[in-house]
Each structure stands twice: as C-alpha cells, then as structure tokens.
C-alpha cells in the first residue's frame, strides 16, 4: 500500500508538469490504474487485518467458558457484524473515490480538449477560458469525490467504533458457533422425528450459488454452476434470480424478435454455414438463414451486449456483455453451451472484441469510462495483458495475422498500434497513437493490416489512409482527386487470393482495389496522395448504408443500417434482401384491440404493420422525415380500430388508416415546427392534443373524421407527458424541467382570425421530492400489510442487528439524522415522464400521479394541487419510467424503464402463488431491451393478454407469449368486427401529403399570408415611386437631346440645367457622411480582420525563416521547393551558444592537461638535476673545504678520483634492470590483446564494458540533440540561400529575356516573320512574400465576379438558396486561378508588351490618311541599291535574331540544369533529414531515459569527484613528504661526509706511524657525558626538554669508570687537546645526525600511514568505478532497448539464408563499412606487426648473445687486472694495502684548534641547560597544583548531580503513589533503582577516567615527573 502511495504521488506530480498531451493521456491512465490498485490493496488489508482477528478470536475462545464472558460478548455480537459490513462499505468507497478521481481528471483532460475547439480569441483570453472551464466541468467531479471522501471517513470511522476487543470477539464467535450447534441439535432430532426440514428451492440455491460468485468475482467458476454433464456452465444458475415480490420468468417466453441494432458497427456474424448470429436488444439472436428459425441467448448481466466475436474454428463464439462489472462468456456452436467465463475485464459494458488468428487470445475493449484494452487466455479464463486503449470509444480491434504480439485499434478520431513489448518489469501492451500529420483527423472505423506490417484505414470522409509505423505513408483517392468513397468507409478487408483489397462504407458501395498498387503506393515529392482507380465497385441499394461486410466462399452478408440484412452473390453482385427491421429506435407501439396486429413507428421514417402471430411483417410506409411518436387513434374517434396517428421531427402530424394492402393517408397537418413529443386524445375524442419541442401544445377539433385546428398554447419548457381528466374538461402537462401545469380545455370558437395562439387558466404544481426516510417508510408500508409478517431470515437477522446495535435512542436518532440527510436537488428539476390522473366515483378528484426522471426515479409519486407534500410513494421500477399505462383488458399496469426493463404488475394475483409477502400480487420484471441506448418507447399487451410485446430506441421490438393461466385469459382472437378493404376501395379520400421540411406550420402559414399581403403592398408603392422616377429621367433626357439638336447659339451650358445650385453640393456632402458612416460602421470589422490576420501570421510566419518557396525550370516539367525552416527559439540559440562554449572550454582544458602533463615530466627532470646538482655541489663545497685547509696534494687528487670513480660505479649500477623487470606497456598490449583478441564486443554484449569517453549522461545527450538540430538547420538554411540565388537569378533572366523578346518583335516585324517568342511566366507560388500585393486588375476582376455572384443570387441560379453552384464555372475558375494568378509578378510588363503587339489606340481615325500614303509608298518599286541594302539589313537582323535566341537557349538550358542539381541535392537532403528526423527521435528517447538516470548518475560522479579529489589531496602530501624526506637524506649525506672529514682530519692529524696513535684513537672514539647545547628558539623548546629527560637513557652508553681523561704520559699535550677538539666535533655532529635521523624516522612514518590511506582511497575509487561500471551497463542495456531505425539499400544486405532474405532478422547484425574494413586492415597490420616482432625478437637475441660473449671477456679482463695488482701489492709491500688508511696518514695540524672552540662552545650550552632545567621545575609545580583544583571541583559536581537525582526521583514517587497500584509502584522503584545503579556505575566510569587523565597528565613522554 506504501509503495502504491508513493507511485501514485510521484505519478500526479509529474502529471502536474509540462508534458505532451499524449504522455499526459498516458500518465492519466497510470494513475487511474494506480488508484483502483491502491483501493484493492488497502481492501485486501482490511481483509487480512479482520481475519487475522477472527483467528485470534478462534483461539481465544477456545480458552474461555464463563457464562459472563459469553453475555458480556453477547451484546457484541451484533456489533462486530456491523463492523464487518461497515468495513465492506469502506471498500465500496474507496473503489468508488477512485473512480470518482479518475472521472474528475478526465473530465479536466475533456474540459481542455473542449475549450480548444470553442474558444476563439487571443492566447491569454483562451488560456482564461479553458481554466473557467476546466474547473466549471470539473467542480461537479470534484464535489463528488469530496462527498465519497467524506462517507469513507465516516465508514472507516464506523469500523472503528464496532471492532470490539480481541476477547470480545472470540466470546461473540463462540456463541455464534454455539447457536449454530443447537440449531444442528435441533435439525438432527426433526430428522429423527422423521419430520425432515423443507429442501431449499433451486431458487435459493442459485441465490447462494450467485453470492458466493458475486464475493469473489475474480475467482475460478465453483461447481454449483457446472453442469453434471461436464466441464459447461449452468446458465439457469447464473441467471439472476427474480425477488420475493417477482413472478418466475418462466411467465414469459421469447417467442419472436422483430428487431436489428443495424446501427451497430460489425454486428452481423457468420456462425456457421447459412447461420448468423448478432446482438438485439439485452439478446443474442441466432438466425437459421434456410429456415428463418430464430434461437436466443439472454444475457446474463442484465444491461444487454456489448460485442459478439466468432472464434476461427467457428466452435466457439465470444459474447461481451454490458452492466456492472459484465462478463464474457464463451459459448460453444452448434450445442450452445455456456464454455468459459472471463470477469473483471471493464467496468460498464464492452465495444468491442476479437480472437487472435490462432484463436488462442482474445482481445476486448471497454465502453466508457475505462476504456480498458484487455487481451485473455480465454481458455485459462485468465488476463494474459491490460492497458486503457484510449480516452474516447473504441470501435474495433484485432490482433496482427502476420506478427506475432501485435495489435491494432481504432475509434473516434484515432488508431493505435499495440507491441507486447518485454519491459524490466515484464510483459506490457505499449500502445503508439497514429499522427495525422496534415490530413485531418478523422474517426476510423475500418482497417486491414497487410502482409508487411502497413495498415490501410478508412476515413469519415472517405479517404483510405496507408500507415506506416504510426504514421501517414500516403493517402489513397480515386482519379481526379475524388475520395475513394463518399463517406464513413465502414469495412476494409484483404483478400491475399484474388490480390484484392475490399471496402465498403455508408455510401452503400462495395469496392474492390488492385493490392499491389496500394501496397506499392508512393506519394510524389509534391503531394501526400496517389490515385488509384478501383478494380471495381457495386451499388448495393439506393439507399443502402453499409455497418458490416462479412465474406462467405460466393457471397457478401452486408449489414445494412437502413435496417436491411443482404445477401449479395458474387459473381454478378446480385441482391436479395434476407430480412428487414427498422432501422435505429422504435418510437411507438400500438396493438389492435380485436386481432394479433401491432403498429410501430421508427426513427427511420417509417410505420409498419405486423402479424406478430404469424411473425412477419405485413406492409410498412416510410416518410420524408422520422417518427418521433405513435398512438393508436381510440376507438370512440375510429370505432373500427384501424386509425394511428404519427408524429414527425419536423413537426407533423399524419393520421394513417390501415388497410388490406398499404396504409392510406387520410389527415395530415403540421401544427409545430420542431419534433411532435406527444399526442393525446380527449376521452370523449372531441380533441386532439399535440405537444412538442417547441414548448407548444396545438388543440385540434375531431368531428366526423375531419381534424379541424382549434388554436395552440406555449409553455415554458418542452412538453414530455399530457394526461386528459376523464370528464374532458382539464388535462395535465408535464415538461422537461419538471413543471406540471394544469390546463382548462380550450372552446372551439375561439377568436383565431389573427393567430392560433391563445391563453387558458392555469395551475402549477411545484414538486418537491420527498425526503429519502419517507420514501423507504412509504415503501415498507406498502410491503407490511396488515402484519409485519415473516421475512427471510439473512433480512431479519439484519434488521434486529440495526435495531439491537443501537443502544440508546439518542445516539440512534443523531445516526438516522445523519444517515437521512437529504441530497441535493437537481436545479434544473427532474423531467417528467408519464403523468396522468387518478380517478374516483365522482371524476372530481384533483389527485395525480406522475413518474419523473434523475433522483426522483425509481417510484410513482401521488400528488395533488390541493398539497404542497407528495400525497403518496410507491415503489417503481429503478430506473426512470418511460411508460406507465393499463393492458386492453384493465388487469395489467404495464411499465417500462429508459434501461430496457419491461415490467408486468397485475391488479390481481393470476395464481395463488403469485400473491408477495406483502400481499400485493406478484410482477413479473426482465431486462429485455439494452441496458444502455434501450430506452423503452412502448410496451402492450395483446388484446387476450396472451402476448407482449415492448420497443426500445435500440432497434429491438420483442414479442413473448404471457404463460398464463387459462382462466385469465380472455379466449381466441375475436378479430376485426369489420372487414378491411383495400385502399383503393377505402371510401376515405387520400389526404395531401406534406413532401418539404420547409412547409410552413399552420400558425407560420397564418402569419406568413398577412406578411405577404404587406410586402406585396409595399413592393406595389415602391414600384409606383420607381415609375414616377423614370418618368421624370426621361423628361429630362429628351430636354437634354433638344438642347443638344439646337444651334450651338442657342444651346444652353450644362449648368444652366441645375435648377438649385446647392443641390450637387447637398448630395455630395451627404455622400461624404454616408461614406463615413459605413466607414464608421465597418471600422470594427475591418479592426477585426486585420486583428485576426495578425494573429494568423503570428501563427503560421512569424516564426518561419523561410516558407515554402517553388522554383520551376523555363523548360520542364520538374520543380524543386525550398525547405519550410521554422527560426530558431531565442532559447534553443542561448543553448547552442552554451554549447559550444563548452566544447571550446572542454578543448582548452585538454590542451592545458598535456602542458600540464609535460610540465610535470620537465618538473621531474630538472627535480634528478637538482638532486645531481646537489650532491656536485657537496663534492665541490667538501673540496673546497679541504682546499681551504691544505694545499691539493697528489695523494689527494688519486683519492679524488677514486670516490669519482667510486661514484660514477654506484650511479652505473643503479641503472642495472632487475632480473625480474618487465616493460609496463608492454605488459599492458599484452593484457589488452589477452582480453580483446578475436573478440569484437558489440553494445548488446552483458559483458560489454562502456569506455569512459563514450559514456553518456543527459547532459551530453541534450548536447548532441542541440548541435543535431543546429546541424539540421544550417543544412536547411544552406540549401534555401542557394535556392533564393537562383531564383533571383531566374528573376534577373526574365527581365533580359522580356529585353530580349522585344528586340526579337521589332526584328520580326522588319523581317516581316509572324513568330511567337518565349515568354517566361512567375506563378504566385514561386513569391509568396508578395501574396498581398494586389494589382488593379485583380480587384477589378474581383468586382465583376461580386457582380456576377450577385447576379446569378438574384436568379436563383446558385441552387438551394444560392448555396448551390454550378460545377462547371467553379472548375474552370479553379484550372484557371494559376494563369489569373500569374500577372501579380510581371502583370505590368506582358501588358507593355502586349500593347506594342496589339493594334494602335483610340486615335485610328487620325491615322487612317497616314496608311494610306504608306500603302501608296509600298506600292512604288524599289531602286536595285535598294534591292542589295534591303538584302543586307534583312541578313543582319536575321543573325541579330539568331544570335538572341541562342543566348537565350543557352542561359535558359544553363539555368535549367542548375534547377535540376539543386532538386537532386535536395532529394538527398530530405533523405539525410528524415534520417536526422529519425535520430532526433531516437536521441530525444535516450535523453528521457538518461534523464530519469541523472540523478543516481550526479550521485556516482560526485562520489568519484570526492575521492579523486581526496586522492589528489594524498598524492600532493605524499609527495611533498617524500620531497622533505629526500632533503633530509641529502642533508644527512653531506652529515656523514662532514664526519668524514673530522675522520680524515684525525688520521691526518695522528699518523699510524705516531706511537700515540692508539690511545689517541680510543680517547677520540670514547662516548663522554655531555651537556647539550641550549636553542633559543621557542618551537624547539619541548624538544630541548626531552634530550634532557633522556640523559638517564644515555648514561647507560657510557663507561662505568669516570676516570679522569690526561693526556697520556708522552704524548704531546696540543695534540691530545687538538685529538678532544676533534671529538666534541664529532659528537657534536653525531648529535646532528641523530636529530636527522629522527626527523627521517617521523616523515616515514607519516608517509607509511598516507600510504594506507592511499590504498583506502584506491580501494573506494576501485568500488566506485564498479559500480559506475555496472550502472554504465544498466544504461546501456536501456540505451540497447530503443529502437533505432537505419536506412539500408538491398545490395547492404549480406545476411541470406539459402540465399534468399530471411523473414526473422533479429539475429543480423548492422555493421557500417567503415569499422569493417578497419577490421579487415587490422588483421593485415597485425600480420605484419608480428613479423617485425618477430624479427626483432630475432635480432635482440643475437645482440644478448653478443652482450653475453662481450661480458665474459669484461670479466676475464677484470681477472687479470685484479691479479695484477695482487701481485703488484705483494712485491711492494707484501700484503693488501687499503688505499684510503695510506691516504690517511700524516698529522693533523689543526686538532689544537678544534678543541679550544669546542670546550668554549660546551661551557655556553652548559649554562643555558641549567637555565632552561630552572624554568621548566617551576612549570611543573604550577601544573600540579592546578590539576588539584579541578579535580575538586569535579567531585563537587558529581555530589551535587547524584543529590539532585535523588531528590527528582522522591517527589517522582510522592505523585505517582497516589494514583497507581502497589505493584505499578513496586515496577517504578525496581527501575528507579535500576537507574541510580546506573547512574553509580557512570560516576565510576567517570572518576577512573578522571584519574587516567590525571596520570595522563603527570607522565612526559614515558617518564615521571612529579
């Protein structure tokens, strides 16, 4: 439940951030799913926590046996049921809120959907409104999950209050169990009285069967409903038993149906040979086609069928049904058995459903509101996958017959493409919507899926779709651009064997298409479609809608929706209908009161009669518009019974009069001028009544067969229900929003010269619905009776557990307060249904009843005008009541609900059986019609009560034999008193039929005669005026002709004519205001539209960079386009720019890490050089020393040159490699080539380690999308610059080519030719910038065709109101709307030359004596030098005109072939682009995944960056250690070497050839006690102190003996004092080399525990990286599961089997070229590599064995000098001589020296030691005497602290004794005691540490010194 609660916070969260609409679609249905299983859950906890306490209780209850437990839990009893229902009520709630949530969402999902197709304005106001919207739909939503919340709490809270204790409920079940003991006593004895108890009922049984189902709707079917025949289920069992107040349904009988639900998509089914079966009604009806025998399957959940699906062995067939959680029960054909039964697949009833090729899956899909897509293992009866298929209906789905685990669905204004896809949490249906793209989305109702995997659909407006992987391939149309059908096309199917594609649609064709051309179709570059012309195609019928197609071997079923089921042969396509219903709702039904004939009225028009005996149709008469309401005419109006009278949508009325062959018009009127609702007859049958939409109610007069109008009444709402009072003289309207009026009935001489309309007296009833309590106790007390009678045992133990848990009137009455509050009243009222009077003896009773609609219905209310109150409630049926009426014989209230229940009530019982326990007669009650659209529309009796028969608005008319006994019955048919002639004999005349829905109305046609008569009077005046106007112009017009006859001395100025001077001046000024006016006026509008183009541009081009721009060739019939680039957002160019400077700064990095790499290695160089340096140095400085002390002697310069020598050896043999060394990157290729060899890893390897530059993280992925959309839009931007050059080129040519063209008609001219030139034409589309430049030609052609628009209005010439058109202009306009079009670019120039080729202006006359000299010229002869310049001028301009014309043709054909480049660049442009398209989507995937993985991967990294940072951190110490230690070694080096020299000065100083040399020698080496010398400096302080400390430690290296040093006897005393100089030197720098050494010890240590952390570190960074190792692999396995999409051509295939494609690619591998041919070329290279290896490991062999030979003979060399000098030393001195001792000897002149500086130095160190010992004793005294005073102050705290616990914890006892028990108190002190122990045990601890601190603190360093 946790876990649930946590997704489902995360879930709405994230629903609450800015997303796409279809991932918020997908997000909607995670949560609603995430809530119902949250629901469940918290359910089954609730569960589990009840039986976890009855088992505790069991348990209990077996342990206790006192009788006062057992009455204390007896009262209980009552209680924990309570509980346990309260409990079951918490569950229904939670269920409940969470569909109540998941409602609310997508009500605000649809609220914002809706307000974007109302809403027109500016974004903020459609922002605004969508909200206003969002949260008006959403607020009922709201409220009710508010409320649901509200019950849950106080349900839960209830729960609470009845869960007893433990003990409790254990006494309660062993009491139950007692009881139900002695009941079983009881049982056995009656047994043994031989008294046996009555069997239960098969009734019961299947009750009980029917609960336990009900409990656990999920678990496998229990053997009560399994037949003893085998594995079916009993029907009769799961059929749903009828009530105490019920007859049996076996009363009733299905004996017939005459209905189709023909509206209903894929309806009819082919169930075997000559067998279809399909849905009617809450029926499955099977109709033998030979024998026209029907067979029926009611359905079993009681609110009708959903879908029908036929398995593909024609065995089984699946029925999906409707109603509260409804089932699919799978039956078995041709026995009928119940098979299999599949729960909890939808909530309210299926659309739709289909079995799989195979026929193991089945596939349903839900009705609103879940809409769940569910795929079953129908055998197992089991949910193999579930997701919501969409948020609108569902029309069909399928499974795909060529791929397995693929589906396809489509509904309203969608499809779907669904994969079974593996995902890490298993299998899920992932589910890709298809886009439309441009084409205009469209429901989709048909669809066939094709061999490849592309799906062909058809469209509402008859287009055929072809997609492609979710989108639109190309669109399919018939030649000439015309859709493939004229509608909705219904049913696509694919025939493989004639390679044939069918479709079918409303427009009543069936079509066959050529497979391979739609398979193969591809659109041009330039459009989206392909025409293809049908194979061929069949009209079916005029008037045929085609809903369903079903093939069978030579023959189509065609299901019509006119009603129709047709057989349709093939070949021939002949027709022959099978059977014919209404078509869509039944409005009415009437029965004849003498014979077994009915009348029904149909939405489609029509009225039929039936022999419902003889179960046929007899005739029927269809109608220009449809029924909306039927009676039969009664029989003090027609007493022959054939009469009815018809209502229609428009508003007519027809009296129809049956005959022997057809139905006879004999009145027809149309009092109204919307839909008729009702029609009533007066019971005298004076006056007829119609009500209708148009909240009108017309009164006509009935005398002698003639309808006469009276006069009509308008009411404030449509009226639903009149009811006439039986004296005539009142009726009661009911309307639609709940007002009930009564009304007198109107005179018939009422004044009605002016208009029908009149007022009558009225009365109003306000209804006010009754509380719900008084309702139920109305109820109960209609149920009770005289007694209360005995009820069945489960409601009487129910009813006394109500009565018995309610202890204290109070708190009932505050519960039955809050239970009863009443609920809120619909604001709009509850419409009425059915109303009518109650009757008494005197016929004066004002009493009524009525049924109503909303949360009123469900009961019969009696009311009266005299009381406000509801007089008084009798239960109904649940839903609203749609007709309440009496049978022809008076003993049966016959009623029908809008869900399709039919109920039967008698007045008197029909049996002695049949009387309830209330002692009302029994009814009979059965959901006959559709549950959902069903609604009852009417419902009889047959004249003999042996029949019924019901109509619903679904289509379906039922007829069903009344068992009844016989003495209820009223015998035979009487039939008809009269007989019935035929029409033509019908002595009624044949009435006028009404053939226009635009007839006027009798009160329109009224008003409309005295309009007319007003108009024509007011034409006659205007027409008169017109004359009088003409007149006076022509008296006018023959002045200004005499004026114009006479002499122009006598003719008068055209002024003089003005007789008022300011008239002119008057009318043009009015002209002026009236053209400011309309100005004025038009200002908004125009304001409007220039608003409104704005915006438009602000959508489609503001945010363009460059439109789709068309360049066509001079000559050709190719273009190439420009590609449509949209500007890049201001963000997207931010984030580019941050991109590249990141990629800048990442590059400028890397070049500073190589410096830095390289700096270091020139560090570490000059590092060895300063080290060499240094020791130079040291060599330098201890020979200058010597320098500086004595001359350089020879002896000195051998024994220079030997430690030169000595060193050079050492530095040489350090270079020596270990035996053992390998080269690291050798060792390194060589593990490389170990781990990779013969080995490619491929990403999908699980082994497959991701190399660090490769790895990836969000934030690189958006990088590479950013630079892949810059990419993309830099190719686009490339390409259009280019484009826009050569179309400015194309501009540029034009206008040389106009130069040239009339240059070219001057020539022709001269040249006398009559040649055309080519003249280059722009069309609009090639500038689309300049759309709104507008010549003046335009809109003067723009003004003729207004006028001729005008014109052709004014003639009605434009078809229906000028709406119409003729076809043929408009085509011609649209053919030649490019050529008009053309001139906007060069409109000026064509005109300028074609007014140099036309013929001369208005002054021909003029020019007409000009011609003539010119002809008379032309007519001399020419002279023969005239002759030869004539022939000259006429070459020249030949080749003048030749020349042009070539250039033209050149630039023209350079330029061509320019336009042609660019369009194939272009082409492989778009083709790269949709591959960049492809990979932006595939990048985009990769992101969201990386995405969802940042977090976790910016935890590793900044794990990583913290010990890499810590490492460093380590390495700089280590470092810096190693450096101080190499510096203290080098120091330590020039030490000893100092030492040296003290050495070689003793040697030097005392000979070996001086007889003293021994004794001098011990003196020097002796160790004496020695005061150390004293640093001032205040850091060496401690140190100084503990050289002291430990002069104890050195005594013990020193002699025993503290004998007096003399000098001895002999010896010269300047040489002793210098030979003692030279040791306090010597000690002195040994003292020195020890400091050091100390020093050296210290920093290893240091590194030694750096070293350690190092290794940690090493350890974490190793741990890390697996585990940024295996989180890189995780993201890769992700990566590895999105489909990325490559382009390959077929000669890129190179994976063939028996050399053909295989079908199954999934074990190919795509592998670029590239890497292949590296591969390749490094096997080459690492051939040759090994054999270069090779011969190097050849020659580096033959050069070690050299090295070996050239050793040996080293070696021998070194022997042979080595023996040499033995021998040399031998001769000359006769033993081994050590040259250094020779070096050696001498005197040493300055040991004298040394020792006076030695002694002087020793007495200062002396004296500042005893200073520094006097400093440090009285430190040491002061530390002690502070140490004594803080340990008294802490033991001073510690006395106070345990007082001041001591004290708490009395008053703690003092308080707490006075209010608890002996033993509570006894528990408090034992843990008191428990504490102070404690508290005692800490001060220990306390004082031992104190003390330890207090050693601590007098120990230095080891020692004591206090």
Request: glycine letters at 6%.
């Amino acid at each position: 439940v946790e876990q649930l609660k946590a997704k489902l916070a995360e879930a709405e969260n994230v629903l609450q951030g800015e997303a796409s609409d279809e991932e918020k679609d997908s997000l909607r249905e995670q949560v609603a799913g995430l809530r119902v299983q949250l629901a469940e859950a918290e359910n089954a906890v609730d569960q589990l926590e009840l039986a976890e306490e009855e088992a505790k209780a069991v348990k209990l209850a077996e342990a206790s046996h006192s009788a006062e437990e057992q009455e204390a839990a007896a009262k209980k009893i009552q209680s924990i049921q309570r509980g346990r229902a309260a409990r079951h009520e918490v569950a229904a709630l939670r269920m409940k809120q969470a569909e109540a949530e998941n409602k609310a969402d997508q009500h605000a999902a649809e609220s914002i959907k809706a307000a974007y197709s109302e809403i027109s304005g500016t974004d903020e106001e459609t922002a605004a409104a969508i909200r206003i919207q969002s949260k008006q739909r959403a607020l009922k939503a709201k409220q009710e999950v508010e409320l649901l919340r509200k019950k849950k709490l106080n349900a839960e809270k209830m729960a609470e209050q009845f869960s007893g204790t433990p003990e409790e409920v254990a006494a309660a079940i062993k009491i139950q169990t007692s009881a139900r003991g002695m009941l079983a006593r009881v049982h056995v004895k009656d047994i043994k009285a031989n008294n046996p108890p009555k069997p239960a009922s098969k009734t019961e049984d299947a009750t009980a069967g029917k609960k336990d189902e009900s409990a656990t709707p999920a678990a496998p079917p229990t053997s009560s409903f399994l037949s003893a025949t085998g594995g079916y289920y009993d029907r009769e069992a799961l059929k749903k038993p009828p009530g105490e107040e019920e007859l049996d349904h076996g009363y009733m009988t299905l004996m017939h149906s005459f209905g189709l639900e023909s509206s209903r998509r894929s309806n009819v089914h082919y169930l075997g040979p000559g067998i279809l079966v399909f849905a009617v009604g809450n029926t499955v009806e099977i109709l033998d086609l030979e024998t026209m025998q029907q067979q029926y399957l009611p359905g079993l959940d009681g609110k009708g069928i959903g879908s029908i699906a036929v398995h593909p062995s024609r065995k089984y067939f699946a029925v999906c049904e409707k109603g509260t959680n409804p089932n699919v029960y799978i039956y078995e054909h041709p026995s009928y058995n119940l098979y299999k039964i599949m729960r909890g697949g939808t909530e309210q009833g299926y659309s739709c459903a289909r079995f799989n090729k195979e026929g193991t899956k089945l596939a349903t899909v839900g009705m609103y509101p879940d809409y769940w897509l569910t795929v079953w293992n129908w055998e197992k009866e089991a949910i193999v996958l579930r997701s919501k298929a969409f948020s609108a209906d569902v029309f069909d789905v399928s499974f795909s017959e060529y791929f397995e685990g693929q589906l396809t669905s489509c509904g309203q204004g969608h499809i779907r493409f669904w994969k079974m896809a593996g995902t890490f949490t298993g299998l899920k249906l992932q589910g890709q919507l298809g886009k439309f793209g441009n084409e205009e989305l469209s429901d989709i109702a048909g669809y066939v899926e094709l061999p490849d995997g592309k799906v062909l659909a058809g469209t509402e407006t008859g287009k055929l779709l072809l997609w492609d992987g979710g989108l639109i391939k190309t669109v399919i149309k018939k030649p000439g651009g015309a859709d493939c059908h004229d509608g909705l096309i219904e049913v696509i199917m694919l025939d493989l064997e004639g390679r044939r594609i069918i479709t079918a649609g409303l427009d009543g064709y069936i079509k066959a298409w050529d497979f391979i051309k739609i398979n193969d179709a591809e659109a041009a570059e330039d459009s989206t479609s392909v025409e293809i012309a049908p194979l061929e195609e069949v009209l079916v019928g005029p008037d045929v809608k085609i809903k369903g197609l079903v093939f069978e071997g030579d023959h189509y079923i065609v299901q019509d929706e006119s009603g129709f089921i047709t057989r349709v042969a093939t070949p021939g396509y002949t027709t022959k209908k099978l059977v014919s219903y209404h078509s869509g709702g039944i409005v009415g039904l009437g029965t004849s009161s003498k014979s077994h004939i009915c009348v029904t009225a149909g939405v489609d028009g029509t009225v039929r009669l039936w022999d419902y005996v003889a179960t046929r149709m007899l005739y029927s008469r269809k109608f220009l518009t449809p029924c909306s309401v039927m009676c039969m005419v009664p029989e003090v109006v027609d007493p022959t019974g054939r009469q009815v009278a018809v209502g229609f949508e428009e508003g007519t009325v027809r009296i129809l009069s049956r005959c022997a062959d057809e139905w006879k018009l004999i009145v027809c009127l149309k009092p109204h001028k919307s839909a008729v609702t009702v029609l009533a007859f007066s019971p005298d049958g004076n006056i007829l009544a119609t009500a209708s939409k148009d909240k009108t109610i017309f009164f006509f007069n009935i005398s002698e067969g003639a309808y006469e109008p009276i006069a009509f009444i308008t009411i404030s709402a449509p009226i639903t229900a009149i009811g006439w009072k039986e004296d005539s003289t009142k009726f009661l309207v009911g309307c639609n929003n709940g007002d009930v009026i009564e009304l007198m009935c109107p005179r018939v001489d009422v004044d009605t010269s002016k208009t029908f309309e009149i007022d009558l007296p009225a009365a109003f009833y306000e209804f006010k619905r009754p509380k719900p309590k008084k309702v139920k106790e109305a109820e109960k007390e209609g149920e009770e009776g005289e007694g209360e009678g005995e009820k069945k045992e489960g409601e009487e133990g129910e009813e006394g557990e109500k009565k018995d848990g309610e202890e204290g009137a109070e708190d009932g009455e505050e519960k039955e307060e809050e239970e009863e509050e009443p609920e809120e009243e619909d604001p709009g009222g509850y419409a009425v249904c059915t109303i009518s009077y109650i009757g008494n003896e005197d016929g004066n009773s004002q009493s009524f009843c009525m049924t109503l609609e909303g949360k009123a219905a469900g009961y019969v209310y009696e009311c009266s005008f005299e009381s406000e109150e509801v007089i008084g409630v009798s239960p109904s049926l649940s839903a609203p009541c749609g007709v309440l009426k009496l049978s022809h014989s008076g003993k049966f209230i016959l009623s029908g609900s809008f869900e399709g229940t039919v109920r039967v009530q008698p007045l008197a019982p029909i049996s002695e059986d049949s009387v309830a326990p209330s002692g009302r007669p029994k009814y009979w009650e059965f959901p006959v019609h559709d549950g959902h659209n069903g609604r009852l529309t009417g419902v009889e009796l047959s004249f003999d009560d042996a029949y019924l028969l019901s109509v619903a608005m679904d289509g379906s008319f039922f007829v069903q034999q009344f068992n009844l006994p016989d003495d209820v019955t009223d015998g035979e048919q009487m039939g008809d008193t009269t007989a019935v002639p035929k029409a033509a004999l019908d002595p009624a005349e044949e009435a006028v039929d009404i053939t226009s829905r635009d007839t006027y109305s009798i009160e329109e046609a009224k008003q409309k005669t005295e309009e007319d008569n007003l108009i024509q009077a007011a034409e006659e005046k205007k027409m008169g005026m017109r004359r009088y106007l003409q007149t006076i112009r022509d008296e006018f017009s023959e002045l200004l002709s005499a004026n114009e006859r006479r002499a122009e001395s006598e003719r008068l100025a055209r002024e003089e004519f003005e007789i008022d001077p300011g008239l002119r001046t008057m009318i043009e000024t009015e002209t002026a205001e009236k053209m400011n006016v309309a100005r004025l006026e038009l200002q908004w509008e125009s304001e409007k539209k220039a608003i409104a183009l704005k915006k438009l541009k602000g959508w489609f081009l503001d945010n363009v960079e460059v439109e789709r721009i068309v360049l066509r060739p001079f000559r050709g019939a190719f273009k190439v386009t420009t590609f449509r680039t949209a500007k890049l957002p201001d963000s997207l160019k931010e984030e580019i720019a941050a991109v590249h400077e990141a990629v800048a700064s990442e590059e400028r990095l890397l070049r500073e890490s190589k410096a830095d790499k390289e700096g270091q290695g020139g560090m570490d160089t000059s590092l060895a050089r300063r080290k060499t340096g240094n020791t130079s140095e040291a060599d330098k400085a201890a020979s200058l020393n010597t320098q500086e002390e004595k001359p350089i002697t020879k002896a000195d310069l051998r024994r220079l040159q030997r430690k030169k020598r000595e060193e050079e050896w050492a530095v040489f043999n350090k270079t020596k490699p270990d035996e053992n060394y390998e080269n690291p990157d050798d060792v390194a290729a060589i593990q490389e080539a170990i781990n990779n060899m013969g080995d490619f890893k491929l990403k999908t390897d699980p082994e497959y380690i991701v190399p660090e530059e490769q790895r990836q993280n969000a934030q690189k992925k958006r990088r590479q999308m950013v630079l892949l959309e810059e990419s993309v839009y830099n190719i686009k931007m490339d390409l259009n610059q280019r484009f826009l050059a050569l179309r400015d080129v194309k501009k540029q040519m034009i206008k040389d080519i106009e130069r040239s063209n009339e240059r070219i008609l001057e020539i022709n001219t001269q040249l006398g030719l009559s040649e055309g030139v080519f003249s280059p034409h722009v069309l609009p589309d090639e500038y689309p910038e300049k759309r709104e430049e507008i010549s003046k030609e335009q809109l003067a052609e723009f003004e003729v065709e207004l006028a001729r628009r005008d014109v052709e209005a004014k003639q009605g010439k434009g078809g229906l109101g000028g709406f119409g058109g003729g076809g043929g202009k408009d085509k011609d306009k649209e053919k030649t709307q490019e050529e008009d079009a053309a001139g906007v670019e060069d409109g000026k120039d064509e005109s300028k030359v074609k007014g140099k080729k036309g013929s001369a202006p208005a002054g021909a006359k003029e020019k007409g004596g000009e011609d003539t000299r010119v002809a008379v010229l032309n007519s001399v002869p020419l002279s023969q030098l005239e002759e030869l310049e004539k022939k000259i001028l006429h070459r020249t301009l030949e080749y003048e005109r030749a020349k042009l014309l070539r250039r033209q043709d050149e630039a023209i054909d350079t330029f061509d072939e320019a336009v042609a480049d660019l369009r194939r660049e272009k082409f492989r442009l778009e083709a790269d682009l949709k591959s960049a398209d492809m990979k932006r989507l595939v990048l985009y995937q990769e992101y969201m995944l990386l995405k969802e993985s940042e977090k976790r991967d910016n935890t590793l990294k900044q794990r990583l960056d913290s010990k890499l940072a810590e490492r460093t951190d380590i390495l700089s110490k280590i470092s810096e250690c190693q450096e101080k230690l190499e510096m203290k070694k080098d120091e330590v080096e020039k030490l000893m070497e100092k030492k040296k020299q003290i050495m070689a000065e003793f040697d030097h100083l005392v000979e070996d050839a001086n007889t003293f040399r021994e004794a001098l020698l011990k003196i020097f080496n002796r160790k004496i006690k020695r005061i150390k010398k004293k640093v001032k400096d205040n850091d060496d302080e401690e140190y100084d102190s503990e050289d002291e400390d430990d002069e104890d430690e050195d005594d013990e290296d020193f002699d025993d003996e503290e004998e007096e040093e003399v000098c001895p006897p002999g010896c010269d005393q300047a040489l002793y004092e210098k030979v003692c100089d030279l040791r306090e030197k010597r000690l002195d720098q040994e003292d020195v080399i020890s400091e050091f050494q100390k020093s050296i010890d210290a920093f290893k240590k240091e590194k030694d525990a750096l070293a350690k952390k190092q290794k940690t570190i090493e350890a974490a960074l190793k741990q890390i990286d697996k585990e940024i190792t295996e989180f890189q692999k995780e993201k890769q396995n992700k990566l590895n599961a999105i489909d990325v999409v490559i382009t390959l051509k077929m000669h890129q295939m190179e994976y063939l089997v028996d050399g053909k494609l295989p079908d199954d690619l999934t074990q190919g591998l795509v592998f670029s070229n590239g890497a292949l041919r590296r591969l390749k070329a490094r096997i080459k290279e690492l051939i040759q590599e090994k054999a270069q290896l090779k011969r190097k490991q050849k020659e580096l062999r033959r050069e070690h064995i050299q090295l070996h030979r050239d050793k040996k003979t080293k070696e021998q060399r070194i022997a042979e000098l080595e023996a040499r000098a033995y021998d040399v030393q031998m001769l000359k001195f006769g033993q081994l001589i050590d040259l250094d001792v020779l070096d050696r000897m001498g005197t040493n002149r300055g040991a004298e020296d040394l020792k006076d500086a030695l002694r002087k130095q020793e007495q200062q160190h002396a004296a500042e030691l005893a200073e520094w010992n006097h400093k440090i004793e009285h430190a040491r005294m002061e530390l002690t005497e502070l140490t004594k005073e803080n340990t008294a102050c802490l033991q001073a705290v510690a006395d106070l602290t345990h007082t001041q616990k001591q004290l708490e914890g009395v008053l703690n006892n003092t308080q707490g004794s006075l209010f608890h028990d002996p033993m509570q108190q006894r528990r408090k002190e034992i843990q008191e005691r428990d504490q102070l122990v404690q508290v005692v045990n800490k001060q220990a601890k306390d004082i031992e540490s104190l003390k330890q601190e207090i050693q601590v603190l007098r120990m230095k360093g080891g020692q004591v010194y206090g």
